[in-house]
T-cell receptor, first 115, second 112 residues
Framework: KAGVTQTPRYLIKTRGQQVTLSCSPI?????VSWYQQTPGQGLQFLFE???????NKGNFPGRFSGRQFSNSRSEMNVSTLELGDSALYLC??????????????FGPGTRLTVL | GENVEQHPSTLSVQEGDSAVIKCTYS??????FPWYKQELGKGPQLIID?????GEKKDQRIAVTLNKTAKHFSLHITETQPEDSAVYFC???????????FGGGTRVLVKP
């Protein structure tokens, strides 16, 4: 079974630009979550999508947004990039949205550098 | 919100020795406790997890123990090998949803 895939793997942008990252979950998984990883703040939850609906949201500004398509693939968008948005963005997929089965599997991440 | 503290932040062990990483959490409603291993340039990999109705779980050289009363859980790696060198993260999830709250990570170095 193929794992979680994320594209692109590396991205360089300048301040003020916007960026879109893509995540394809494990086949059959319907829940996709996004995390930001930085040396200073560690791993922080951005949001979760299940069946095309945002179910949970972390404490990030509105510049961070996402969506999920009917095939469970997800995208996240960051508008008006700031230097502090430089991070590894990780996507995790889970088979189910209920509390009885919460194993989450991560992709390799997209390394975003904002200059 | 939930707060997870992880100790130590770095751990250096001799090959063959054991390694122990400890985490404490604040929300008593947390009921799922996974551990992830992250190697350089890769995403976190789930290595073992435990649910709140279980006190201990073992998988070959790794084991996790959970003390719900004290709100802490630990990862134990026995007979460490150089390939165990990585950053390890503990995490918790509350009863509903898939939001993981992570500890700060432990960088483990296994010296041959």
């Amino acid at each position: 079974k193929a794992g979680v895939t994320q594209t692109p793997r590396y991205l360089i942008k300048t301040r003020g630009q916007q960026v879109t990252l893509s995540c394809s979950p494990i086949s059959g998984h319907r829940s996709v979550s996004w995390y930001q990883q930085t040396p200073g703040q560690g791993l922080q939850f951005l949001f979760e999508y299940f069946s095309e609906t945002q179910r949970n949201k972390g404490n990030f500004p509105g510049r961070f947004s996402g969506r999920q398509f009917s095939n469970s693939r997800s995208e996240m968008n960051v508008s008006t990039l700031e230097l502090g948005d430089s991070a590894l963005y990780l996507c995790a997929s889970s088979a189910s949205g209920d509390s009885s089965y919460n194993e989450q599997f991560f992709g390799p991440g997209t390394r975003l550098t904002v200059l | 919100g939930e707060n997870v503290e992880q100790h130590p932040s770095t751990l250096s062990v001799q090959e063959g020795d054991s390694a122990v990483i400890k985490c404490t959490y604040s929300d008593s409603a947390s009921n799922y406790f996974p551990w992830y291993k992250q190697e350089l340039g890769k995403g976190p990999q789930l290595i073992i997890d435990i649910r709140s109705n279980v006190g201990e779980k073992k998988d070959q050289r790794i084991a996790v123990t959970l003390n719900k009363t004290a709100k802490h859980f630990s990862l134990h790696i026995t007979e460490t090998q150089p390939e165990d060198s990585a950053v390890y993260f503990c995490a918790v999830i509350k009863a509903a949803g898939n939001k993981l709250t992570f500890g700060g990570g432990t960088r483990v170095l296994v010296k041959p």
